[in-house]
């Protein structure tokens, strides 16, 4: 539990190391981090017809040196580490300008890596020199407190959203343009490196849970509070500018959370969390008996007898509800989606409803 003070919900204006510094130690479930990327620009970019580029040259993104920038980085991401429970994560994003510098850091502050992910950009600013490759990624690093702590991984709700195929670390999507870029009166972006909200749905969804609280320590024009409302987590924002705290307010403010309890209620949760239950255990509270047949994938013509020890008996062949059932489709099976039952009325239900019930009832 976190300390019933913790600012939920709220932007903190300010520098974002003091206010790391001032909250509760072990207090923050998951981190999103869009740091400066120090890009280096020391002159104005151009388009071949000299129309000027709209890139990054916020002085926020300005360091005097690399030592300058790294020592800014160290202070931000030991504060984050400091604030983060035991089981928390962070992520972090950059472009090949920074990212490779925040990564050592995170290591030699004890952080433990978990994925790199790739953010493909399917609109990618064009190379208009032509003297490089275009830049169409940037990269994010998922990391735990430490090595061997434990962490939330949404990994069904994940393979959910990419129908039911695992999701991989790299992820295809559009920069944030139209509609949901922020603009001002006149039409400007309010912010530089706003991000899309379909990469921060991808991030919260898959390492946190509703109520976690999602810290921001650079929440900029607000997507991951936008976000975290959405999908019903609580968020912390933490910013310096105080015109991208008035639109980030403006912003959140406006968002509605998604749905009701009710439809995040065990969403995507791993069976590997679940209670594990031995198929004898059906036995010893009655809800199936010795002798009593099940039919193997609703198919009545193939029907086995259940042993009082809870393995099963087909035609002279014995073995648990997984054995036999990988020997009936000549393959690897969960015994548990495999064999079905009859009820008094004749209909047939999977053993598995069966499981799912005595699990809410110890």
Same mark, same amino acid.
């Given at each position: 539990m976190e300390p019933s003070d913790l600012p939920v919900n709220q932007i903190l204006q300010g520098d974002c190391i003091e206010l790391l510094n001032s909250l509760p130690a072990a207090s923050i479930d998951l981190i999103f981090a869009d740091p400066p990327y120090n890009l280096q620009l020391k002159q104005e970019l151009m388009r071949p017809d000299n129309s000027r580029v709209d890139a990054v040259t916020d002085p926020w993104d300005q360091f005097d040196s690399f030592q300058a920038y790294d020592q800014f980085s160290r202070r931000w991401l030991d504060a984050c580490r400091r604030v983060l429970k035991e089981n928390g994560a962070i992520w972090v994003i950059g472009t090949y300008h920074n990212i490779f510098r925040l990564g050592a850091i995170m290591q030699?502050?004890?952080?433990?890596?978990?994925?790199?992910?790739? =953010?493909?950009?399917?609109?990618?600013?064009?190379?208009?020199?032509?003297?490089?490759?275009?830049?169409?990624?940037?990269?994010?690093? =998922?990391?735990?407190?430490?090595?061997?702590? @434990?962490?939330?991984?949404?990994?069904?709700?994940?393979?959910?959203?990419?129908?039911?195929?695992?999701?991989?670390?790299? =992820?295809?999507?559009?920069?944030?343009?139209? /509609?949901?870029?922020?603009?001002?009166?006149?039409?400007?972006?309010?912010?530089?490196?706003?991000?899309?909200?379909?990469?921060?749905?991808?991030?919260?969804?898959?390492?946190?849970?509703?109520?976690?609280?999602?810290?921001?320590?650079?929440?900029?024009?607000?997507?991951?509070?936008?976000?975290?409302?959405?999908?019903?987590?609580? =968020?912390?924002?933490?910013? @310096?500018?105080?015109?991208?705290?008035?639109?980030?307010?403006? @912003?959140?403010?406006?968002?509605? /959370?998604?749905?009701?309890?009710?439809?995040?209620?065990?969403?995507?949760r791993s069976k590997r969390s679940e209670a594990r239950l031995p198929f004898g255990r059906l036995l010893e509270n009655g809800l199936l008996e010795p002798g009593q047949a099940l039919y193997f994938r609703k198919d009545r013509s193939l029907a086995a007898r259940i042993r009082p020890d809870g393995h099963l008996l087909m035609d002279g062949v014995e073995g648990s509800i997984h054995q036999l059932g990988s020997r009936l489709q000549n393959g690897p099976g969960n015994g548990w989606e495999l064999w079905f039952y009859e009820d008094k009325a004749g209909e047939l239900h999977s053993i598995d409803e069966l499981r799912q019930a005595l699990r809410k009832a110890v």
């Open positions: 030699d502050l004890g952080y433990w890596f978990l994925n790199d992910v790739v =953010w493909i950009k399917l609109n990618p600013m064009p190379n208009f020199r032509g003297v490089r490759f275009t830049n169409a990624h940037e990269t994010l690093i =998922w990391a735990s407190k430490g090595k061997g702590a @434990r962490h939330t991984f949404n990994h069904h709700a994940m393979k959910h959203l990419n129908d039911d195929l695992q999701m991989r670390s790299d =992820w295809q999507l559009a920069i944030c343009t139209g /509609p949901e870029r922020l603009k001002d009166e006149a039409g400007k972006k309010v912010h530089s490196t706003q991000k899309p909200e379909a990469l921060l749905y991808r991030v919260i969804l898959a390492s946190s849970s509703p109520g976690d609280v999602v810290l921001d320590p650079f929440f900029g024009s607000g997507t991951s509070g936008a976000v975290a409302k959405k999908l019903r987590r609580r =968020w912390i924002g933490i910013e @310096r500018d105080a015109r991208y705290v008035e639109f980030a307010r403006q @912003r959140i403010a406006a968002v509605e /959370p998604a749905g009701d309890e009710e439809i995040f209620k065990e969403m995507g």
